[in-house]
């Protein structure tokens, strides 16, 4: 629905919009790694033409930064903008410019000069000390290590990621009064921004608006409200104007979150048949000092295959950086990575077929919680994968495969990503001229929301699909929970769908008690909708339309807010499944990877538009490709600068890096995951991609390379 909008430029991001009055942003960002500052001399900046001010902690007001129990900020203080003079991290915001042009600000913040006493910052993982740390545990795990008949003990290492999304973070902020009016690139509209505004400046949640009808790309940096969204709204209060602040390329390196690095210790303990008897994880994963950020690292491990013992450790590194964040598959990618290695590791000690040995390893419930798998088809995405990618043509042995100077290999990963949803109102009216409107406060990074929604309304109001209007991003709309987590259809589409099926009911009910409708008095349940149109189930003839009916009635409109509320008490355990599968190519004296294509099978329940699905799962190959091979951000660890902020020097896949990618979703539903069956398809699709690389890579040479990403290095 969006797409037309989209390709002709006419689709508003948030820097877009166009707001009366409006004056530029530019953040100076702190060039040391830690410390504080000493002293800011700002005037040089303010004597340049147009510029309005320059704020910083020295002049800033005090804010109120109350707690957001609703929103997504991990445990912790928040970095607070410009309210003292600590630098927690390299890039961290120390003064805001505003002036009269973009350009105007952009050098009028160089000229601000800032002293420091600084410290040398902590940003090793590898050296770092732990902070905080979870566990789990069953069985007994290290004592079943000791006497098995297989024992591995890999450590796999993941870099940092950041998600780069192609529309930078942008923020316009107006007051008006004590009312706030921001445009945002935001993930979250109510919780993430509206919420966190709210509580920042210490006024009430209805105090401020938040519009976000596009987001051009997050992959999870848009689920919180980052500093500079503050800053926005700092600046525009004290300059009296409204304020737009766009963030550089590089400043989305330190000004948004990123996927954490990770050291995974693993070891594995089965028989000599390839049953797995024990594992353990000892996790190590980066945080900020002032913010402790977790992610579902673990839930892989203790519900991905079968066994007895489980032990498991997740320590959170505090460094000096600034606040990870989730990114796309979050947890699971990077829990994967390293079982779905290690099982491939295993497999080649054992003498088993990667698949057959993931199979004799499959649980039959969640042995985590007992609770039994609402539906989980593993086995048919491998059956299903092997007979569509060929997997029975390969030579099992490792570097055996040639073509001219390139080793070939194939490899396959299992994929799993949790089925969650969270409570989520939308409004549904029906219109006496037939059309419908459906409103929700969720945002759309891209998966197809304009699209997808309206298809759920047309089907639960029986409206041809062009009759529906649907509109998102507004936070006078009604609220919905963050668009991530692969949560939105089940959780704003059950709502739609709540909605749709209340006015259809209304309608029907208003038909059936009407003497002057040709369905009066029959039974309502013998009554369905068509395109418009009301009629018996069992006599088409005998009916009248939504346009009739309403019309007569001299009602101008039905409407109702559709609601969802997840259930209190989870009686399954609930995940979106895949297997991945990759064939690579290896030039080992250039240590060249070549992906040549991908298949990915899914079990995600329901597809709601095949179309879209199969958009989210390229999408999501193409960043398992880049997490693989490419993605690695760099930091330069004696001030904490990050080296490659950029795109020339972050690696993302390009086109010619993209082969033949294919993605394959079963048929059926999930009854038991939410009312429309859906279990989630936006994050599932990365996760398992880049073990499925790597074990090809494995399968094409012989080695095994356990960090990533892969790269030309570590092949030679
Ligand atoms: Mo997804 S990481 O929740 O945008």
Same mark, same amino acid.
């Given at each position: @629905? ?65 707690? %957001? ?12 903008? *410009? ?65 098995? +008949? ?10 940092? %990621?950041?998600?780069?999304? @192609? ?33 920042? *400046? ?20 848009? #689920? ?25 390329? +590089? ?6 979150? *990123? ?6 210790? @693993? ?110 088809? #593993? ?35 299992? $994929? ?44 639960? #109001? ?50 059936? %008690? ?23 189930? %069992? ?18 409109? #039905? ?21 991945? *599968? $990759? ?130 290095? $570590?092949?030679?």
């Amino acid at each position: @629905m969006d797409g037309r909008l989209k390709v002709t430029g006419q689709a508003a991001y948030a820097a877009d919009h166009r707001v009366d009055g409006v004056v530029y942003a530019a953040v100076v960002d702190s060039t040391v790694g830690r410390g504080r500052i000493t002293g800011i001399d700002a005037r040089a900046a303010e004597a340049q033409p147009g510029v309005l001010a320059v704020i910083s902690h020295l002049n800033a007001p005090r804010l109120a930064y109350r707690p %957001n129990s609703g929103s997504n900020n991990p445990d912790g203080a928040r970095l607070r903008v *410009f309210q003292d003079d600590q630098v927690l991290f390299h890039g961290q915001p120390v003064a805001v410019v505003v002036a009269t042009t973009h350009e105007g600000a952009r050098h009028a913040a160089s000229l601000v000069e800032v002293r420091y006493d600084a410290a040398r910052p902590s940003t090793d993982l590898n050296s770092a000390p732990a902070g905080e740390a979870d566990s789990y545990a069953r069985g007994d795990a290290d004592s079943a290590l000791a006497s098995a +008949e297989v024992r591995l003990e890999p450590k796999y290492r993941l870099s940092r %990621n950041h998600h780069n999304p @192609m529309e930078p973070h942008a923020t316009i902020a107006r007051w008006d009064g004590d009312r706030l009016t921001v445009w945002d690139k935001t993930q979250w509209v109510v919780g993430g921004t509206q919420q966190e505004l709210a509580a920042v *400046f210490g006024i009430p949640q209805e105090s401020v608006r938040v519009i976000s009808p596009f987001v051009g790309g997050g992959f999870g940096s848009g #689920l919180r409200a980052w500093p500079h969204v503050i800053i926005a709204a700092l600046a525009a209060r004290e300059t009296g104007r409204p304020v737009k602040l766009v963030l550089t390329r +590089e400043q989305m390196y330190f000004g948004t979150g *990123f996927r954490p690095a990770y050291e995974y210790q @693993m070891r594995v303990g089965s028989d000599r048949r390839g049953r797995l008897i024990a594992m353990t994880h000892d996790i190590r994963g980066e945080t900020a000092t002032y913010e402790t950020f977790t992610e579902e690292v673990m839930a892989p491990g203790q519900m991905l295959y079968s066994m007895p013992n489980v032990r498991q450790t997740y320590a959170t590194v505090p460094l000096d950086v600034n606040a990870p964040t989730w990114m796309r598959g979050p947890g699971a990618a990077t829990g994967v990575f390293a079982i779905e290695s290690a099982v491939d590791e295993l497999a080649h000690e054992v003498g088993v077929d990667p698949i057959e040995l993931r199979l004799l390893n499959e649980p039959e419930r969640d042995e985590s919680t007992g609770l039994p798998f609402s539906t989980r088809r #593993l086995r048919e995405c491998y059956e299903v994968g092997a007979r569509e990618f060929g997997w029975n043509r390969r030579d099992p042995r490792p570097a055996a495969t040639r073509d001219g100077d390139w080793l070939i290999g194939t490899g396959v990963s299992a $994929a799993m990503y949790h089925t969650g949803s969270m409570s989520a109102r939308a409004y549904v009216r029906l219109n006496a001229d037939g059309t419908a409107l459906v409103q929700s406060a969720t945002s759309d990074m891209g998966p197809g929301t304009y699209t997808s929604m309206p298809q759920v309304a047309a089907d639960a #109001l029986g409206l041809a699909m062009s009759a529906v209007r649907f509109e998102l991003g507004d936070s006078l709309m009604p609220p919905t929970p963050p668009h991530g987590g692969s949560m939105t259809m089940a959780s704003v589409g059950s709502a739609v769908q709540d909605g749709g099926d209340k006015v259809r009911q209304q309608a029907i009910a208003l038909a059936v %008690n009407d003497p002057r409708s040709p369905l009066h008095g029959v039974r309502p349940e013998d009554v369905i909708v068509r395109r418009g149109r009301l009629h018996l189930s %069992n006599d088409p003839t005998r009916g009248e339309t939504y346009e009739q009916l309403l019309t007569r009635n001299n009602r101008p409109h #039905l409407e109702i807010i559709g609601s969802y509320a997840p259930p209190e008490q989870q009686r399954y355990t609930m995940n979106a499944y895949g297997a991945v *599968f $990759a064939e690579v190519a290896v030039d080992q004296r250039l240590g060249l990877v070549r992906v040549r294509r991908m298949l990915g099978v899914y079990d995600a329940g329901r597809i709601i538009n095949p179309k879209l699905a199969e958009s989210q799962a390229i999408g999501g190959m193409v960043g398992g490709i880049g997490t693989a091979l490419l993605e690695h951000t760099v930091t330069d660890h004696r001030d904490g600068r990050i080296v490659n902020a950029n795109l020339a020097d972050y690696l993302v896949p390009v086109n010619a890096d993209v082969p033949d990618l294919r993605a394959i979703y079963l048929d059926g539903e999930d009854q038991h995951a939410d009312p429309i069956g859906v279990k989630g398809l936006g994050e599932i699709v990365i996760v398992g991609v880049a073990p499925a690389i790597a074990n090809a890579v494995f399968h094409a040479t012989g080695r095994r390379i356990r960090e990533l990403p892969i790269t030309a290095e $570590a092949l030679l």
